[in-house]
């Protein structure tokens, strides 16, 4: 379970007849992944509730605190990235430094990290839709309907059957695509700064943490209160201190997405330097967007106005409408429309990838790893297509962003960790990009992570270790037996 695989191997396989990917993104294609990943539900939808349920004003604090952390990992993930430039992120990273046996758990992690936050944001996609469809054709239009008693969801079956395709034909027309909706909202982020802004008032600001207590829908007692509000002896996770943590953890959120950049280094055409560009260049864009949104949305409404009645969730737009302007409250519904499209691709795009890599290594079957004459994985495409669809079709959307979240932080402390362990094992090999300061940087990832994880719910936690659990059975049935690397030695 401990044996690993050699840089110089996972660089030949990408040669491999009739699995080899097309180089033939650029660091600007890159950055626009990595922004129209990040860009969208966390913006759209989480920013508000977790002011209005968790922060309060400091909800730009919490956004602040959570790219701290996600600038340090991705520092990490540009060295690793550059210096193995092939796909499948963190699992590839981690078969080169920790072993099969974490590789295959880091690979079965980014299972629920793009598959399950995939599924998640498509329903999402579904309910922005009937609320434009519902501007242009008034009340009644409905994205889904039951057969026996089932419930399907059309809206997000569609969404996902044509990004399937998109993605299937090539990834240099997924880029294009994505980058013209992410120039829409990007335009419609850029609206809600300049235009909030002459609606803000100072008193919203203030007190700008509010004092510790029990928020509603917030549900922050019992297992669904956070473990470092429990370890420290606290009653609640919502608001004060113990509420801004938490609501670090759970806007981490809107940062996941970053790291698909790294999935993609096979078809980079200069890999160890547009890789680098790619994913610091979307994190610093969207860092300065984030904050400014929250700070804008914060000094719009006070913060009681945001928060979750009824399981009911309120939005951005839930500020222009408490201002009576409901015309940009209906431009940023059609914005976030825009929004969640790029990012259900940019994460189906990341899970095949994923799931090409380990099957082009035989913990899958290899069968996954074939690419058609378009340079794609199209089984690959067509099984993770499927596989999305029908969660997004058949399953309501619940409370997914903090499985979402637990997953990708495990994600980030094992690639932290592992460039530091390749720098000792392999301090040959040639790197474009170094991590500056390292171990110092290194480990204060690994911290800033472990510190975010400990700010989720006990429930959380709870979930995660089932899945991995799930995860170690399917490796040792067939991942272990099937291992190219164990039929070589």
């Not at 054709?137 to 309907?145: A, E």
């Amino acid at each position: 379970m401990a044996r690993t695989k050699s840089v110089e191997q996972s660089i030949k396989d990408t040669d491999e007849p009739g699995a080899r990917l097309r180089k033939n993104l650029s660091a600007w294609d890159l950055t626009v992944f990595g922004v129209a990943v990040v860009i969208g539900a966390g913006i759209f939808t989480l920013t508000a509730r977790t002011a209005g349920d968790l922060t309060g004003p400091s909800v730009s604090l919490a956004f602040v605190l959570a790219a701290i952390a996600c600038g340090l990992a991705g520092l990490c993930y540009a060295e690793f990235a550059s210096t193995v430039p092939v796909a499948g992120s963190a699992y590839t990273f981690s078969y080169a430094t920790f072993g099969e046996f974490v590789a295959w758990i880091i690979g079965w992690d980014l299972v629920l990290e793009f598959a399950v936050g995939s599924a998640a944001v498509a329903t999402g996609w579904s309910e922005y839709l009937k609320t434009v469809l519902a501007y242009m054709y008034g009340d009644g239009v409905s994205t889904s309907f039951d057969i026996g008693g089932v419930t399907v969801n059309w809206g997000a079956l569609l969404l996902v059957a044509v990004l399937t395709v998109l993605l299937a034909v090539g990834t240099k027309l997924s880029s294009r695509v994505s980058m013209v909706i992410t120039g829409i909202k990007v335009a419609i982020v850029l609206f809600v700064i300049i235009f909030g802004f002459f609606f803000i008032k100072a008193a919203n600001y203030s007190p700008y943490v509010p004092p510790g207590e029990t928020g509603g829908d917030a549900a922050s007692t019992g297992v669904d209160q956070t473990v470092f509000s429990w370890l420290a002896g606290g009653t609640s996770s919502a608001f004060g201190v113990f509420g801004l943590l938490a609501g670090a953890s759970l806007v981490f959120f809107a940062f996941i997405g970053f790291d698909v950049v790294a999935t993609t280094a096979e078809e980079t055409r200069n890999p160890k330097r547009a890789i680098p560009r790619g994913i610091l260049g979307s994190l610093a864009i969207v860092t300065v967007l984030y904050v400014l949104v929250s700070l804008v949305l914060t000094g719009m409404v006070n913060y009681t106005e945001l928060a979750s009645e009824d399981g009911e969730h309120k939005t951005l737009a839930t500020a222009f409408a408490l201002n009576d302007v409901d015309w940009a409250a209906n431009v940023i519904s059609i914005g976030a429309l825009a929004g969640l499209t790029t990012v259900v691709m940019v994460l189906m795009l990341g899970q095949i990838r994923v799931l090409f890599a380990m099957s082009r290594d035989g913990l899958l079957p290899r069968a996954l790893s074939r690419t058609g004459e378009r340079g794609t994985p199209v089984r690959a495409t067509i099984l993770v297509g499927g596989l999305v669809a029908a969660a997004a079709t058949f399953f309501p959307a619940g409370k997914l962003e903090e499985m979402v979240n637990v997953g990708t932080l495990f994600a980030f402390i094992l690639v932290s960790a592992g460039v530091m362990v390749l720098r000792r094992t392999r301090p040959d090999l040639e790197r474009s990009f170094k991590v500056p300061a390292l171990p110092v940087i290194g480990v204060l990832a690994i911290l800033a992570c472990l510190w975010l994880m400990l700010n989720l719910t006990i429930l959380t936690w709870v979930r995660f270790f089932a899945w991995m659990a799930i995860g170690v059975i399917v490796y040792f049935v067939y991942g272990r037996r099937h291992s190219l690397l164990g039929k070589e030695k």
